[in-house]
């Protein structure tokens, strides 16, 4: 069992920044791939940006340039900061976890979801 808690949503201006933390525990023995994925009113949720264990990440073209996503292993925390917030941002923001825990069974763990909401 992997448990997600996510912080650091809330209200933003547009051009503001904001930035996401998702901290994992639980019977992890490693993780893998670590995300963040969002889903605006009557929109399909979609893929924000992922980092692997190695460092490579992966970006939705409509964030690239403005957000940043890192980790910190030994926290086993996964960021995203956000620049140049735009009303289009806004959503629900989701932490993604693939992992494995000490059983060696593949864990696919997501939280709880935090709003983001970009407006003047």
């Known amino acids: 069992q992997v448990q997600l808690v996510e912080s650091g949503g809330g209200l933003v201006q547009p051009g503001g920044s904001l930035r996401l933390s998702c901290a994992a525990s639980g019977s992890i023995f490693i993780i893998y791939t670590m995300g963040w994925y969002r889903q605006a009113p009557g929109k399909q949720r979609e893929l924000v940006a992922v980092?692997?264990?190695?460092?490579?990440?992966n970006y939705a073209d409509s964030v690239k340039g403005r957000f940043t996503i890192s980790r910190d292993n030994a926290k086993n925390t996964v960021y995203l900061q956000m620049y140049s917030l735009k009303p289009e941002d806004t959503a629900v923001y989701y932490c993604?976890?693939?992992?494995?825990?000490?059983?060696?069974?593949?864990?696919?763990?997501w939280g709880q979801g935090t709003q983001v909401t970009v407006s003047s």
């Open positions: 980092i692997t264990n190695g460092g490579s990440t």
């Open positions: 993604n976890v693939e992992a494995v825990d000490y059983s060696a069974s593949k864990v696919d763990s």
